[in-house]
């Protein structure tokens, strides 16, 4: 299914796990988000990781084919990244992992990140305040704020409650928040939803059938 045809997906309350459901099955045939460099740059405004203003500018300076290959680069690290997430969801990462993750740091160190002071805020806070700034040399770029989503998942998330929703087809990774740490679905308008359903139906053939 054409990715213009549904918006992206973000379900994960993890910027990172946002990136890796760039890819799903929210009806019934599988939707790529990524699938070419038009593609990438609408999910990377959709997940409000790129300013409006470097979208526009990447895509009239850029050619297609370039950015037709950064895509194909997400995509490829999107792949990687799901394996390493799939192995090792539901318990906590330990140090071990850190040479696992060198493909992630190989790219961070590609980032041309700089910080700069402005104004802090007018209700009483600091005056000041050092603010992250990024320069987007090249089509290339735009992998950074991605790489950084991945790079605070492995940092700041605690493993033990990531988790891939229960739905028989459904392929969406989520962080559990809640309280209890019980989330079993992706959403409940998608999953959830069906679930209850399909639950519904199979009570009223078991009720049919006695």
């Known amino acids: 299914m054409d990715y213009r045809q549904i918006p992206a997906i973000f379900v994960a309350d993890a910027p990172g796990l946002d990136f890796l459901n760039s890819i799903a099955t929210p009806t019934d045939e599988p939707v790529d988000w990524l699938a070419d460099g038009e593609g990438l740059l609408a999910w990377l405004a959709q997940a409000n990781l790129v300013p409006a203003s ?19 680069q997400a995509r490829t690290l999107r792949e990687w990244f799901r394996g390493f997430v799939g192995k090792r969801k539901g318990r906590p990462l330990d140090t071990v992992e850190l040479s696992e993750i060198e493909p992630l740091n190989r790219l961070l160190a590609q980032d041309d990140q700089y910080g700069e002071v402005v104004a802090g805020a007018v209700d009483g806070g600091a005056a000041l ?82």
């Open 54 to 72: 470097v979208l526009a500018e990447m895509r009239s300076r850029a050619a297609p084919a370039e950015l037709d290959e950064v895509a194909a």
């Open 129 to 210: 305040r050092l603010r992250s700034r990024r320069r987007w040399k090249s089509p290339a770029s735009l992998l950074m704020p991605i790489a950084e989503a991945l790079a605070r998942l492995v940092c700041e998330q605690d493993f033990t409650y990531v988790k891939a929703c229960e739905g028989p087809r459904c392929t969406l990774l989520f962080a559990d928040h809640t309280r209890a740490h019980a989330r079993r679905w992706c959403s409940m308008a998608i999953c959830g939803n069906r679930a209850k359903v399909a639950a519904h139906r199979q009570r009223a053939k078991v009720r049919e059938q006695g």
